[in-house]
């Protein structure tokens, strides 16, 4: 007679799981967005994602040193400026918030692996991630201010420089300017494949950029397609790129998956606001247990490919991940 397989053997004991675990979720793997505002003294709640603030810059440093103790290698800073224009001025002023973010960050915190989301929708007054005309979103003038807007990042201490806009070429002009001012050891890491979401409302509210007309569908990708992000990433790794992101992540698993099978670079993956905001608020409904949720669909991320998570829930997991979890 035939013996019976029995695979709950591998799953009899913490321990027995522990051994054969496919994939364990680290401190390692974060990168953990912070939005910062104008001002001294401020943390404040962002309503439509609970455990998310706007900080001024010295608040900023007292989360720095958080996310130090945490054992997080790195942060992504968003800027929300006091004052927008057509043109998206604030993001490429020299002394813009995330200049001056950046720069107070470094000279404390120079191991904390700055990166800088590089758009210009939280600075424009209309809301689009480049230059608008005749209600038309130019490609290559907002090239040129997104490539401005890189180069002064990287003088002001951005390591990671992230361009968000999904316009072409994008990368391939801020890599030649690094290159050309010396910034030869500052690395891209491009949101290659970012599709046009709804999942990133919560954000939205919390930068104030939703657009004033019209939608993201003429530059950011239509979510039916996967081909298209192997056609993106590709450009964007000829084009200099060092590491390649999905985004959103909970939606896009195949994408994270084809893409890391496809190419050899580092994927990250941005675990966004929505994704975020769904657990967070169905947690405190107490509907779902958070930390359980949570640490689920990290852990799917990486076990689609993704080796770098950036998400809003990575400091709360490096905690979770130190507790005692078999
Ligand atoms: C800027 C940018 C956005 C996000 C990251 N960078 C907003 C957007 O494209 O509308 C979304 C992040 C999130 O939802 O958490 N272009």
């Avoid at 001025?89 to 001056?100: E, T």
């Avoid at 391939?172 to 500052?186: E, H, P, V, Y």
């Avoid at 959103?248 to 050899?264: C, E, G, K, M």
Wanted: glycine share 8%; with cysteine.
């Amino acid at each position: 007679m035939e013996l019976i397989k029995r695979p709950r053997r591998l799953r009899a004991s913490g321990n027995m799981r522990r051994l054969v675990r496919e994939t364990s979720l680290s401190a390692d793997d974060f990168i953990y967005p912070l939005f910062v505002v104008e001002g001294t003294g401020i943390k404040k709640e962002i309503p439509s994602m609970p455990d998310v603030y706007h900080m001024s810059i010295d608040m900023l440093l007292k989360e720095l040193e958080e996310v130090q103790n945490a054992g997080i290698p790195g942060v992504m800073l968003f800027g929300i400026p006091d004052d927008k224009d057509e043109k998206g001025s604030g993001a490429y002023r020299p002394d813009g918030i995330i200049q001056r973010a950046l720069r107070a960050a470094k000279k404390e915190f120079p191991h904390i692996l700055l990166t800088a989301d590089v758009c210009l929708c939280e600075y424009t007054s209309h809301g689009h991630c480049g230059l608008v005309e005749a209600g038309e979103i130019l490609n290559d003038s907002s090239v040129e201010l997104i490539t401005k807007t890189a180069l002064s990042y990287a003088e002001a201490g951005a390591d990671i420089i992230a361009p968000s806009d999904m316009m072409d070429g994008r990368i391939g002009s801020i890599r030649k300017a690094l290159d050309n001012c010396g910034f030869t050891q500052k690395t891209i890491m491009s949101y290659s494949a970012k599709y046009a979401s709804s999942f990133y409302g919560p954000f939205r509210d919390a930068a104030y950029s939703k657009p004033s007309f019209g939608d993201r569908k003429s530059y950011q990708m239509d979510y039916s397609n996967i081909k298209e992000a192997l056609r993106e990433v590709e450009l964007d790794i000829e084009e200099g790129a060092d590491i390649v992101m999905v985004k959103p992540a909970l939606a896009y698993l195949d994408v994270i998956s084809q893409v890391s099978r496809t190419f050899d670079a580092p994927i990250a993956a941005y675990n966004v606001s929505g994704e975020y905001s769904m657990i967070k608020a169905a947690a405190l409904k107490g509907w779902i247990d958070e930390k359980g949720a949570a640490l689920e669909a990290l852990t799917s991320i990486k076990r689609a490919g993704a080796k770098i998570i950036i998400s809003y829930f990575a400091k709360q997991a490096a905690g979770w991940l130190k507790e005692e979890n078999i």
